[in-house]
């Protein structure tokens, strides 16, 4: 069975392929859609994340059918790909994988500054590193991502892959607090090459989607930055 495939919907304003490679995620974000997908609760699908069955295996079996494939691959949807310092000793086997096949592969992830052990890697891959970031300060965050890396760490992880020469990336979704939101454009944006803003999907929030589209898009614009508005977050503000 394959590994490596073509996400649906939404997903797809991501990347052409992902792969996920674990069967949960400790991060435990409350908002998180993965949970629903597996027919678990939150609780369940956090608390004993481990590598899918023979998934290197099966990726470098794809990889190989796969070899030279231009589309990027991203890690990953539906769990982090840098889960804790242990798990993630899994992500770089399966990069070193994807460069072995000269595959193009980008990571997505919540885990801050542990992520920078594969650096290395993504730099002379040309390949790009994203985190998800929607609050700048630390304690509206945790709540909402209770094991994830810390928004501080995340900002230096960007900050640090962009020093490298690492080209990075910024998913802004969900979207809780706009001023954090906001905040988070302002303070990142040198160290920022793409942002992609969404909006909060699952949950209703008290936010005037409109006045954030607009916002948002004012701000980017001002201060040079290349970005994509999610589907969802258009629709929402009416344009
Ligand atoms: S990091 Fe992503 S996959 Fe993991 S719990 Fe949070 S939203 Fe879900």
């Not at 160290?191 to 936010?207: A, E, P, S, T």
Request: aromatic letters at 10%; a positive charge; proline letters at 4%.
């Amino acid at each position: 069975m394959q590994v490596i495939y073509e996400p649906k919907g939404a997903a797809l304003e991501y990347a052409e392929l992902a792969v996920n490679l674990y069967t949960g995620c400790k991060f435990g974000c409350i908002y998180c859609y993965a949970p629903a997908i597996a027919q678990q609760n939150v609780h369940q699908f956090s608390s004993n994340p481990q590598p899918k069955k023979n998934v290197l295996k099966r990726l470098e079996a794809d990889c190989k059918k796969m070899a030279g494939d231009k589309r990027t691959v991203l890690l990953c949807f539906t769990c982090d790909p840098y889960q804790s310092f242990e798990a993630g000793v899994l992500t770089r086997e399966a990069l070193l994988i994807l460069e072995k096949y000269k595959m193009t592969a980008t990571v997505l992830t919540k885990g801050g500054l542990i992520a920078e052990r594969d650096f290395d890697i993504l730099r002379r891959n040309n390949w790009s590193f994203g985190s998800t970031v929607h609050m700048y300060d630390n304690d509206p965050g945790r709540p909402w991502e209770p094991h994830a890396a810390n928004n501080r760490s995340r900002c230096m992880a960007i900050r640090n892959a962009h020093r490298m020469g690492i080209k990075t990336w910024v998913s802004m979704e969900p979207v809780i607090y706009t001023d954090q939101a906001l905040k988070s454009i302002e303070e990142m944006h040198c160290n920022v090459d793409f942002w992609k803003v969404g909006k909060m999907n699952h949950r209703d929030l008290d936010i005037d989607w409109r006045k954030f589209y607009d916002d948002v898009t004012g701000l980017l614009k001002k201060v040079g930055a290349e970005y994509y508005i999610k589907d969802a977050l258009s629709k929402a503000a009416g344009i």
